[in-house]
């Protein structure tokens, strides 16, 4: 079984930057695509982005603000947030499923098997 919990989230001005960490436990990470998700208050949960072994991709939307990235030997995956903005406010949420290939990365939230219990994220104008 896998365990994710997330960790960084807090209280940041707009413009500031923040790093979400997701730890993982019970499986070795490097055999897992990892994946951070975000739910804005009212709205369904979003893709965030994904990483697998070597490749990695992020919301078009998010592009140039936010990466995504891993340390294998830390069992760790991390979101790094810059220029965020009042809009980000959200409960982010790492995700874990099978790892298949590289070339295929996956953006549902179906497609994913095991959760976070997130971390929440709130940027003041």
């Known amino acids: 079984q896998v365990q994710l919990v997330e960790s960084g989230g807090g209280l940041v001005q707009a413009g500031g930057s923040l790093r979400l960490s997701c730890a993982t436990s019970?499986?070795?990470?490097?055999?897992?695509?990892m994946a951070w998700f975000r739910r804005v208050p009212g709205q369904e949960r979003e893709f965030v982005a994904t990483?697998?072994?070597?490749?990695?991709n992020h919301a078009d939307s998010l592009k140039g603000r936010f990466t995504i990235s891993r340390d294998n030997a830390k069992n760790t995956v991390y979101l790094q947030l810059n220029s965020l903005k009042p809009e980000d406010t959200a409960v982010y949420y790492c995700?874990?499923?099978?790892?298949?290939?590289?070339?295929?990365?996956?953006?549902?939230?179906?497609?994913?098997?095991?959760w976070g219990q997130g971390t929440q994220v709130t940027v003041s104008s």
């Open positions: 019970g499986r070795t990470s490097s055999t897992l695509s």
């Open positions: 990483i697998n072994r070597y490749t990695r």
């Open positions: 995700a874990a499923r099978e790892y298949s290939t590289d070339e295929a990365y996956y953006t549902r939230v179906y497609e994913y098997d095991y």
